[in-house]
């Protein structure tokens, strides 16, 4: 039996693979979002990977995480790995803030932990109180 959440895959939802090795539930979160891609020092770059990713796959970075799987080996995950590669190569001018809920396993946890610390810029992670309501 797992403890604390699991997460399965919805329409518009993300379900990161956090058993990943290495995983990237924040990055993929970043690569999604035009306006988070732009603080990256090479945001233009990136911005033109998930253009043609669309015009090659049929979805930008936004449809790849939020809406579609993309495993190892399938149509644009080639792609989305480099843009990954490259915004955690690069300075990020943005604060990544990450909330720990009192569910949060371990295992979640360090992951989220770790893809924290590929990024290159300012992160902070609160510990969310179990009391708190």
Do not use: C
């Amino acid at each position: 039996m797992r403890e604390g959440p699991e997460l399965e895959r919805h329409p518009g939802a993300y379900a990161p693979d956090f058993a990943a090795e290495p995983a990237y539930p924040v990055t993929d979160v970043l690569l999604a979002l035009p306006d988070a891609r732009g603080l990256s020092s090479i945001g233009q770059r990136l911005d033109t990977l998930s253009t043609k990713a669309e015009a090659n796959y049929g979805r930008d970075f936004g449809a790849m995480v939020f809406k579609t799987d993309v495993e190892w080996g399938s149509d644009g995950y080639g792609r989305l790995f480099e843009a990954r590669s490259q915004l955690e190569a690069h300075p990020f001018d943005g604060q990544v803030t990450v909330t720990l809920t009192p569910a949060v396993t371990d295992e979640q946890a360090a992951a989220l932990r770790a893809n924290l610390d590929r990024i290159a810029g300012p992160t902070r992670v609160y510990v969310a109180d179990s009391d708190a309501e």
